[in-house]
């Protein structure tokens, strides 16, 4: 640099005013590095999470008050609590004279058709035959077959036509010494009954029982009705809070017509100018025992 040069930047330099400001030039190294921070992706994700749970919280907070000030009242509906009926309390029925055989027990029959306790259920049939476990006591049958005998009929339904279900050859419950029979010369009527089962009636056997080892029995009642009216009109009568709709006809293997209800627990036999009851009392139960028995008692029962 010549002599000229330096005087003339030596004439600059002192031409300018003292402010007390320095500045530095960046080195060059370090210019490369971005002034920008980049901020990590999870960091902006939880940075919302706790937004979003705040705002949840204020609103819970809102509706929960204004649920107490009857604004937002949602109640669940209570489960309906099923009604239990109920248990028929049957009739006992004495009389001075007593009763007509030497049971002690009096006499229980239903003064009205009984109403089963809950939905009923049929008892255990184990081979399916149309007999219960307990039916097939009686009877003398194989739990374990539906054919006892291998005859080609089941159990149950040779029971239903009044046949010793034991039986190879076609033999009746009668001569097979199975059933007994019942006659009742004041009512003017005969019906089978199992050997195994006692019986009980009043002394003028207008109602009489036939009494399991346990709580069920089949029962018979027998009332005087005018002869110019029919069954159904009886039955109206009888018990006007009934629904006669709810009756389905009836006719068993002797040929005789009548009504039973739906449940198949009464039915109701009419002949000249008296009517037959017939009633399967559960004894407080819903379980049915005896239904092939009670099919049976009602296929065997006579008028004279």
Same mark, same amino acid.
């Given at each position: 640099m010549s002599n000229e040069q330096?005087?003339?930047?030596? #004439?600059? +330099? @002192?031409? #300018? !005013?003292? $402010?007390? *400001? +320095? /500045? $530095? *030039?960046? !080195? @060059?190294? /370090?210019?490369a590095i971005s002034s920008k921070v980049k901020i990590p992706k999870w960091f902006i994700f939880a940075g919302a999470g706790v937004g979003v749970l705040i705002i949840a919280v204020v609103i819970g907070v809102v509706v929960f008050s204004g649920g107490k000030e009857g604004k937002i009242i949602v109640e669940a509906p209570e489960e309906p609590v099923e009604a239990i009926p109920e248990t028929p309390q049957e009739v006992v029925t004495t009389t001075p004279g007593g009763l007509s055989t030497p049971i002690e027990e009096p006499v229980k029959v239903p003064a009205t058709p009984e109403e089963p306790v809950g939905a009923l259920v049929q008892g255990t049939d184990s081979d399916a035959d149309g007999l219960t476990d307990k039916e097939e006591a009686l009877f003398q049958t194989d739990t374990t077959r539906p054919d006892t005998d291998s005859d080609g009929f089941l159990d149950g339904n040779e029971v239903f036509n009044l046949y010793n279900p034991a039986a190879v050859a076609p033999v009746g419950l009668l001569e097979s010494g199975i059933v007994r029979l019942y006659r009742n010369a004041t009512e003017g009527y005969n019906i089978f009954y199992p050997s195994l089962w006692s019986t009980s009636s009043t002394s003028d056997t207008s109602m009489v029982s036939f009494l399991s080892d346990d709580t069920e029995s089949i029962n018979i009642k027998v009332v005087e009705a005018p002869e110019a009216i029919t069954l159904r009109s009886w039955y109206i009568s009888e018990y006007p809070e009934k629904d006669i709709n709810k009756l389905q006809s009836y006719t068993n293997k002797q040929g005789y017509r009548g009504l039973q209800d739906a449940d198949r627990l009464n039915t109701y036999i009419k002949e000249a100018g008296k009517v037959f009851i017939i009633n399967y009392s559960l004894g407080g139960t819903n379980k049915i025992w005896y239904r092939r028995l009670y099919d049976m008692m009602l296929n065997s029962l006579k008028i004279e």
């Open positions: 330096s005087k003339n930047k030596e #004439q600059i +330099k @002192q031409a #300018q !005013p003292d $402010t007390g *400001v +320095k /500045f $530095t *030039v960046m !080195p @060059q190294e /370090f210019r």
